[in-house]
């Protein structure tokens, strides 16, 4: 009988199959089932110890829209309790193939998520409004540079090499983006220079890990702590002085596809965006399709797993680790570019606030894989945005917690629903060549 992987891949010519993306049978199983149930309790308790009454709109278009879908109009409590009732069955469900010893499937936490995020928005949102675009479209923008830096994380981790200096490419990459946009006047130009200063930091990064043999963890974090005092001191002495010339880049504005972003509510939400979110759909599918159907993606994931059987059938691996964290810098550095260029107009200390981390998170709870950590991105960018969404219509939940939100949801994620997880097996170890 013939078993397939998530990922058809070509001939490995003798070389194992990628364990990293291998589903395994009985992963996580006791993880997604306790999850599920901590969170269904904690729905559970809130609409035990609050009250609520009114009715909840979910907006479900903008005015700009050619055709208009009508707004949903929920009763708060009885919906909310509604999808308590389907989270309890869906935790049964998943508890009930923990005692099987069955695979969890990946649509019964998906399902689980938009039923418990329903039930919670009616809830906390009772007698208000929620736009649906706006709660999706900010949580993409908020998204974008975390899918930059998983996006080099993974190429980096698939090359063996651990890529802590995401932070620092980021917030490289926004501080060049803003002076060479700033002093050539086109934001395409501060796009290049973005890549140039990812790609930069990636360079220091695999000069100490690959060529020297130091511990590529340590490496990434002293990058990271380099950059911030780099960034912040040429700021204060250079940009701050000289901000009308060096600091005030043209802002990238959105740019409407026509008829795509015409498409009611899908529209709105991915295709009136700046062109640089564009840029990065494009990415995501070349590095998904180049990782996992080229004989180019085959060297990266070889050496990043069986390095000394790579070596053995000629290729050469510190030379295709240093290629591709190159590259892998370099798509980091775009992400930083969209903060000076695109969230705002120039380059401000610290302004990524650490996404490089995050971005690694969305890397584990992806397992090493492009559309995978992709999503995951995606995800911690919805948690930032909705936190943002529950402060604005005054749910009754203190800001303490609303501000933790996202490192709450990124914690369970990786830590609960991630499931058995593994690295590329060399990933992290230097390459000595005999």
């Known amino acids: 009988m013939s078993t397939t992987t998530d990922h058809p891949t070509p001939d490995t010519g003798g070389l194992a199959p990628d364990p990293a993306v291998a589903p395994t049978r009985k992963a996580g199983t006791r993880k997604v089932p306790t999850i599920l149930a901590v969170v269904t ?4 308790l809130r609409l035990l110890t609050t009250s609520r009454s009114g009715d909840t709109t979910f907006r479900l278009a903008v005015d700009s829209d050619f055709a208009k879908l009508p707004d949903a109009v929920l009763p708060s409590s009885a919906t909310a309790w509604i999808m308590l009732v ?6 049964a469900e998943a508890v009930r193939r923990m005692l099987a010893r069955s695979h969890q499937p990946l649509w019964l936490p998906i399902v ?21 675009v706006s709660l999706l479209a900010g949580a993409i923008a908020l998204a974008i540079p975390l899918v930059f830096g998983a996006l080099g994380g993974v190429l980096g981790e698939r ?14 990459g926004a501080f060049a983006a803003s002076i060479t946009a700033s002093l050539t006047g086109s934001p395409w130009a501060g796009l290049v220079a973005a890549t140039v200063a990812g790609a930069l930091i990636a360079l220091v990064l695999g000069l100490f890990a690959i060529t020297y043999f130091v511990d590529q963890v340590i490496v990434g974090v002293v990058l ?15 940009l701050t002085p000289n901000a009308e010339s060096l600091n005030s880049p043209e802002r990238m504005r959105a740019l409407p596809i026509p008829l795509l972003g015409d498409i009611p509510l899908i529209g709105p939400i991915f295709f009136r965006q700046p062109a640089l979110v564009y840029v990065l759909y494009v990415i995501v ?33 510190n030379r295709t680790r240093y290629r591709t964290i190159l590259l892998a810098g370099a798509i980091a550095g775009l992400g930083g570019a969209y903060y ?9 200390r ?37 936190a943002g969404v529950l402060s604005s219509i005054g749910a009754q939940i203190p800001p303490q917690l609303l501000l933790s939100l996202p490192y709450v949801i990124t914690i369970f994620a990786v830590a609960g629903l991630v499931g058995r997880s593994r690295p590329p097996a060399a990933d992290g170890v230097p390459y000595r060549q005999q």
């Not at 309790?41 to 559970?44: I, R, V």
């Not at 090359?159 to 490289?172: C, H, P, R, T």
Request: include cysteine; hydrophobic fraction near 60%; charge should be positive.
């Open 340 to 348: 000076s260029l695109v969230s705002v107009s120039g380059f401000n």
């Open 86 to 91: 389907v989270c309890l069955a869906l935790t």
């Open 285 to 317: 599918a070349l590095v998904a399709w180049s990782l996992y159907r080229t004989r180019w993606g085959l060297r990266v994931r070889a050496v990043g797993e069986h390095p000394k059987a790579a070596d053995t059938v000629g290729i050469k691996v």
């Open 159 to 172: 090359a063996g090499v651990v890529n802590i200096a995401i932070d620092g490419q980021l917030l490289f």
């Open 350 to 386: 610290e302004m990524t606030g650490g996404a490089g981390y995050i971005a690694l998170a969305a890397v584990i709870f992806g397992k090493w894989d492009p559309i995978r950590a992709t999503l995951a991105a995606l995800l911690f960018g919805f948690a930032q945005n909705l």
């Open 224 to 238: 990271n702590v380099l950059v911030v005092g780099l960034t912040n001191f040429l700021f204060r002495q250079v």
């Open 41 to 44: 309790l904690l729905l559970g």
């Open 112 to 132: 689980f998520a938009l039923a418990w995020m329903l039930g919670f928005l009616s809830w906390e949102a009772a007698g208000s409004r929620i736009s649906i």
